[in-house]
């Protein structure tokens, strides 16, 4: 929650939901309370993700932001990328 803290946006209160829910998007609901030390490189690599997305940049620079995951968690990470991008929200041209 240091990235959402740092940018002062929301409260406390606010900040865990916000963080609950990317955890939960990205698998990781139940290991929301684990220290870094109690979890897998792949687990560690989706936290990543998650802090990234916390504040709702206007730019994610992703390099190989699923380098160290399964194809089940990398499915999830391009699922929740593609999800925020603006081309995803725009219906397709004929």
């Not at 900040?15 to 929301?32: P, R, T, V």
């Not at 030390?37 to 699923?66: C, F, K, M």
């Amino acid at each position: 929650m240091l990235p959402m803290r740092a940018l002062g946006r929301l409260s406390p209160r606010q900040m865990e939901e916000c963080a609950d829910a990317l955890l939960a998007s990205l698998g990781l609901g139940e290991h929301a309370t684990k220290r870094p030390d109690q979890l897998s490189g792949g687990q560690r690599q989706r936290v990543a993700v998650a802090r990234a997305l916390s504040n709702e940049p206007p730019l994610i620079l992703a390099d190989e932001p699923t380098g160290s995951l399964d194809s089940k968690s990398s499915e999830q990470v391009f699922e929740i990328l593609r999800d925020l991008s603006p081309a995803a929200a725009r219906p397709s041209s004929p």
